[in-house]
């Protein structure tokens, strides 16, 4: 099966993925607030039929607080990637303009790969001022290049391809070009790129949350319930520590599978 | 002539690089709504006059116009001198020497270890495809491929370190004791649990690229030919793989120092390891501008060279990479 019906294994694989992220936006919308209720009277309880995965130092589900803080991660993940996609195909579209264009664009790849991601990330919260806006547009902002070096190779392999050529010898503008015959080729790279940058962005989302420069520690994000777990690691509240971050990488995970079996069936 | 064009040119594009990313990082710092003065003063704010404050802009240079300012830096930088850190309270390039220093230890044994154990790791997988053996690295480097590194270090501090109890929590030699008293066996064993998350995380992506080259070896022409003449799978690994796929190797080692800096940062603060990482944070959160804007061109130029290193070094490797003119 593995071999002969890659399809298959992708639709089954997309199938299940979504009913997950249906099932953790379904699960925000009946939770309400009990992410953020607090019950005095069960502080850092352990995980027990009552508590399912204990509770914090204020009493508040920690299961609560994990559908909330990957439901987050999911929506952040998403529109950085999305946003990311999106700075990736422009700039490769003006790469293959001109040639100085080209390097133009080549020289900001350079630029944005020779800097560690992770202090890039931190210089853009910074510069934006930290909070979810800051954080999507740090990640998006971050992780363009790659996808961007594949599509501007794809573009100037199809800027020979003979239909090009014609429709250009025909007298077409550039921008009919690009618009009725590129693009529809680079949808299903776009797509491939974008599922590829989700696991990425939403890890990255959770690093700069948890060193403090992402969303604000009032939202249940992962990083934000990982940095509390941080505070009570000694005293041996090992749950506090262990369920957000089994939570976030089997996300990362279940996508990451997602698209490796998207691109072999594609 | 011909060793010196390709060089010179890679050391231009290398000044270029870092001259874009001074100007990026400096207009990122300039966008920030955190006023400088602000984050200067902290807590005191309050107890500051409008004239003081004035005094104290004029005595930075923030009255200036934005142009002025980057032009006093940009002169100063060239000079030598990176600024003065509020934060540490000590002049920027000191605070990076003396944090880089502990940090190297970190940094330099945690590459050394994933660069080895993933290069041996995917060879071994690559070699016997599909046997149980290659399985259970694939999965391994899959899994550690997508953890988030913070949490792979609080799993081993709640593991090794307040369950059995075999490492210290934190920091780089125990509480209180002076930098001279701390011996080489302490320091070692305060190094040990942020050395192995470390390397644990990048050896997935070593592994898992020099396992593809060994599978494209051993599907080729000439791995056919070997096994033809009588060779073993062991051989053909040993004799045709390990070159194959050392190139790739190194060379992705070489490119991935950003990743490992960028690791290095997480697991410094889940450790309390007081290196650069932990600097780039304090630096980050109190809005300390000269040093993180010094961090971000230091880390540039260290992940640069190692780009550039990696790039020259497959010339030197692979004589046919030479031979058609780098």
């Given at each position: 099966?593995?071999?002969?019906?890659?399809?298959?294994?992708?639709a089954?694989?997309?199938?299940?993925?979504?009913?997950?992220?249906?099932?953790?936006?379904?699960?925000?919308?009946?939770?309400?607030d009990?992410?953020?209720?607090?019950?005095?009277?069960?502080?850092?309880?352990?995980?027990?039929?009552?508590?399912?995965?204990?509770?914090?130092?204020?009493?508040?589900?920690?299961?609560?607080?994990?559908?909330?803080?990957?439901?987050?991660?999911?929506?952040?993940?998403?529109?950085?990637?999305?946003?990311?996609?999106?700075?990736?195909?422009?700039l490769?579209?003006?790469?293959?303009?001109?040639?100085?264009?080209?390097?133009?664009v080549?020289?900001?790849?350079?630029?944005?790969?020779?800097?560690?991601?992770?202090?890039?990330?931190?210089?853009?919260?910074?510069?934006?001022?930290?909070?979810?806006?800051?954080?999507?547009?740090?990640?998006?902002?971050?992780?363009?290049?790659?996808?961007?070096?594949?599509?501007?190779?794809?573009?100037?392999?199809?800027?020979?391809?003979?239909?090009?050529?014609?429709?250009?010898?025909?007298?077409?503008?550039?921008?009919?070009?690009?618009?009725?015959?590129?693009?529809?080729?680079?949808?299903?790279?776009?797509?491939v790129?974008?599922?590829?940058?989700?696991?990425?962005?939403?890890?990255?989302?959770?690093?700069?949350?948890?060193?403090?420069?992402?969303?604000?520690?009032?939202?249940?994000?992962?990083?934000?319930?990982?940095?509390?777990?941080?505070?009570?690691?000694?005293?041996?509240?090992w749950?506090?520590?262990?369920?957000?971050?089994?939570?976030?990488?089997?996300?990362?995970?279940?996508?990451?599978?997602?698209?490796?079996?998207?691109?072999?069936?594609? | 002539?011909?060793?010196?064009?390709?060089?010179?040119?890679?050391?231009?594009?290398?000044?270029?690089?870092?001259?874009?990313?001074?100007?990026?990082?400096?207009?990122l710092?300039?966008?920030?709504?955190?006023?400088?003065?602000?984050?200067?003063?902290?807590?005191?704010?309050?107890?500051?006059?409008?004239?003081?404050?004035?005094?104290?802009?004029?005595?930075?240079?923030?009255?200036?116009?934005?142009?002025?300012?980057?032009?006093?830096?940009?002169?100063?930088?060239?000079?030598?001198?990176?600024?003065?850190?509020?934060?540490?309270?000590?002049?920027?390039?000191?605070?990076?020497?003396?944090r880089?220093?502990?940090?190297?230890?970190?940094?330099?044994?945690?590459?050394?270890i994933?660069?080895?154990?993933?290069?041996?790791?995917?060879?071994?997988?690559?070699?016997?495809?599909?046997?149980?053996?290659?399985?259970?690295?694939?999965?391994?480097?899959?899994?550690?491929?997508?953890?988030?590194?913070f949490?792979?270090?609080?799993?081993?501090?709640?593991?090794?370190?307040?369950?059995?109890?075999?490492?210290?929590?934190?920091?780089?030699?125990?509480?209180?004791?002076?930098?001279?008293?701390?011996?080489?066996?302490?320091?070692?064993?305060?190094?040990?649990?942020?050395?192995?998350?470390?390397?644990?995380?990048?050896?997935?992506?070593?592994?898992?690229?020099?396992?593809?080259?060994?599978?494209?070896?051993?599907?080729?022409?000439?791995?056919?030919?070997?096994?033809?003449?009588?060779?073993?799978?062991?051989?053909?690994?040993?004799?045709?793989?390990?070159?194959?796929?050392?190139?790739?190797?190194?060379?992705l080692?070489?490119?991935?120092?950003?990743?490992?800096?960028?690791?290095?940062?997480?697991?410094?603060?889940?450790?309390?390891?007081?290196?650069?990482g932990?600097?780039?944070?304090?630096?980050?959160?109190?809005?300390?501008?000269?040093?993180?804007?010094?961090?971000?061109?230091?880390?540039?130029?260290?992940?640069?060279?190692?780009?550039?290193?990696?790039?020259?070094?497959?010339?030197?490797?692979?004589?046919?990479?030479?031979?058609?003119?780098?």
């Amino acid at each position: 099966m593995s071999q002969a019906q890659p399809r298959l294994r992708a639709a089954f694989s997309l199938g299940v993925t979504a009913l997950l992220v249906m099932g953790l936006v379904a699960s925000q919308w009946l939770l309400g607030d009990s992410p953020q209720q607090m019950q005095f009277d069960a502080r850092l309880a352990p995980p027990s039929v009552d508590h399912w995965l204990g509770t914090d130092a204020l009493g508040r589900e920690l299961w609560a607080r994990t559908l909330a803080g990957l439901a987050l991660s999911f929506w952040v993940g998403c529109l950085a990637a999305l946003l990311s996609t999106l700075i990736a195909l422009s700039l490769a579209a003006i790469a293959t303009l001109s040639a100085r264009l080209d390097a133009l664009v080549s020289l900001l790849i350079d630029t944005l790969l020779s800097v560690p991601h992770l202090i890039l990330l931190m210089l853009i919260a910074f510069a934006l001022g930290g909070g979810t806006q800051a954080v999507i547009i740090a990640v998006a902002v971050t992780h363009w290049p790659s996808l961007a070096r594949v599509l501007r190779a794809e573009l100037w392999q199809l800027r020979q391809a003979p239909y090009v050529r014609i429709s250009r010898a025909l007298g077409k503008s550039r921008w009919f070009v690009l618009h009725g015959h590129l693009l529809p080729h680079l949808i299903p790279h776009c797509l491939v790129g974008a599922l590829l940058l989700f696991p990425h962005a939403i890890l990255h989302e959770a690093a700069l949350t948890f060193l403090g420069f992402g969303l604000s520690p009032s939202q249940p994000a992962i990083g934000v319930l990982l940095a509390d777990a941080m505070r009570y690691l000694s005293g041996g509240y090992w749950w506090l520590g262990v369920f957000p971050g089994l939570g976030l990488l089997l996300m990362v995970l279940g996508f990451e599978r997602l698209s490796s079996h998207l691109r072999r069936a594609l | 002539m011909r060793l010196i064009a390709p060089i010179a040119k890679r050391v231009a594009r290398l000044a270029l690089v870092l001259t874009c990313v001074a100007l990026v990082s400096y207009g990122l710092m300039m966008a920030s709504p955190i006023d400088p003065v602000d984050a200067y003063l902290g807590p005191q704010m309050a107890q500051v006059s409008p004239e003081q404050r004035a005094l104290i802009a004029q005595r930075w240079g923030f009255d200036e116009s934005v142009a002025v300012q980057f032009g006093h830096w940009l002169r100063q930088l060239v000079s030598g001198d990176l600024g003065w850190s509020h934060v540490y309270n000590q002049p920027v390039s000191e605070v990076i020497a003396q944090r880089f220093q502990r940090s190297i230890a970190l940094l330099g044994s945690a590459w050394l270890i994933s660069a080895l154990v993933g290069f041996s790791l995917g060879v071994v997988a690559g070699a016997k495809e599909g046997s149980k053996l290659d399985n259970i690295i694939s999965t391994y480097a899959f899994i550690t491929a997508s953890t988030p590194a913070f949490w792979l270090a609080i799993l081993a501090v709640l593991l090794f370190s307040v369950t059995l109890g075999w490492t210290p929590t934190c920091c780089a030699g125990p509480a209180g004791a002076l930098n001279q008293e701390v011996t080489l066996a302490t320091r070692l064993h305060h190094l040990l649990l942020p050395v192995a998350t470390l390397a644990l995380l990048g050896i997935a992506s070593i592994t898992l690229h020099t396992r593809t080259r060994m599978l494209e070896l051993m599907r080729s022409d000439v791995a056919t030919h070997a096994f033809a003449q009588g060779a073993s799978r062991l051989d053909v690994a040993w004799r045709h793989g390990l070159r194959h796929a050392s190139v790739p190797a190194i060379t992705l080692a070489f490119a991935s120092l950003g990743e490992l800096f960028g690791g290095s940062i997480l697991i410094e603060q889940v450790f309390a390891y007081p290196g650069l990482g932990q600097a780039t944070v304090a630096a980050g959160l109190r809005s300390d501008v000269p040093l993180l804007l010094g961090i971000a061109l230091f880390t540039a130029l260290f992940v640069s060279v190692g780009n550039m290193i990696a790039d020259s070094l497959y010339g030197v490797i692979d004589p046919r990479i030479k031979a058609s003119g780098l």
